[in-house]
């Protein structure tokens, strides 16, 4: 389904564009405002170099546009940590007509934002109460005491575990971009956070690993990526070291003539390693967590 985004003419009348907007300003303004990854709620997530391609300007450029846009026209947000932006007047000119269709949407949009500041923050500026309402669950917590404080703890907890799985899969997900993969969609995104979430504490380093491997065998895509990864879950291997010993057994069993697949159980990568590599039953359990 095609999708699209209105501007209003009114826009080239606003005495803050008029006044105050550069060429570049409203040019990368009608940037935000139309760009393919734009939502219906006005928070998306984007990257500074998915940003400085698009436009053709430096990272600088767009770190200049942005401090510019955040600190002085004051009308968007950006969160670094999160790759997320928000455009501060979005609900006012994108909520006048609604039904089921644009409301079930906004839902599912609000439920995949993950710094909730970001729409503290847009929510002032839209006029539609059946919105609001919807905006309003997202935002609003409960005021019992005790259920209070319980929810204030599990929401630090939570969010501590987000920021370590955010700083976690951002590694990936730029080793992804920065390597020929092409643009991270939200769909690849959303498939790449729990294969990292998969494996123990080896996930991040697992799934580039698994991109490198990509790159080796000239097989540049998420969907081949995600193969290695599925037959690593398949064959119960969770940390870098069962990795990297299966990967070894395998090669060199392959080598041979000698490879088969191994079973979803590591007894077939027991004998690969002992015969192949010359490795001791103690030396195996040490990386297989045996006895």
């Not at 606003?14 to 409203?26: A, I, L």
């Not at 951002?170 to 990292?196: C, K, S, W």
């Not at 041979?256 to 990568?269: M, R």
Request: proline residues 2%; aromatic residues 12%; hydrophobic residues 30%.
């Amino acid at each position: 389904m095609a999708k699209f985004r209105q501007v209003y003419t009114e826009f080239w009348e606003d005495p803050k564009v008029q006044e105050e907007f550069t060429p570049e300003d409203r040019y990368f303004y009608l940037y935000l405002l139309t760009n393919p990854r734009t939502t219906q709620i006005g928070i998306y997530q984007i990257t500074k170099k998915q940003i400085a391609f698009e436009l053709g300007y430096s990272t600088e450029s767009i770190n200049a546009l942005i401090d510019r846009f955040e600190n002085h026209h004051k009308l968007i947000k950006y969160n670094i940590e999160t790759r997320e932006i928000a455009i501060k007047n979005w609900g006012r000119y994108n909520f006048n007509k609604t039904g089921k269709p644009v409301e079930d949407c906004v839902r599912s949009e609000l439920s995949r934002v993950k710094d909730n500041e970001l729409i503290e923050y847009t929510k002032p500026n839209i006029d539609n109460s059946k919105i609001i309402n919807i905006y309003d669950t997202y935002t609003i917590r409960g005021t019992t005491g005790g259920q209070e404080k319980e929810e204030e703890k599990e929401e630090e907890e939570n969010k501590k575990k987000n920021k370590n799985r955010r700083e976690k899969e951002v590694i990936a997900f730029d080793f992804y971009q920065e390597n020929g993969f092409g643009f991270l969609t939200p769909h690849i995104r959303d498939e790449m956070g729990p294969f990292i979430d998969d494996f123990e504490n080896d996930g991040n380093a697992i799934v580039i690993k698994a991109l490198k491997i990509a790159l080796e065998r000239n097989k540049i895509s998420w969907g081949y990526t995600k193969g290695i990864l599925r037959n690593w879950l398949q064959a119960n291997l969770k940390n870098m070291d069962q990795i990297e010993a299966y990967e070894k057994s395998r090669v060199i069993s392959k080598n041979a003539g000698q490879y088969e697949t191994s079973e979803s159980n590591n007894g077939k990568i027991y004998t690969d390693l002992k015969t192949t590599n010359d490795m001791s039953k103690e030396e195996i359990d040490q990386i297989f967590g045996g006895e």
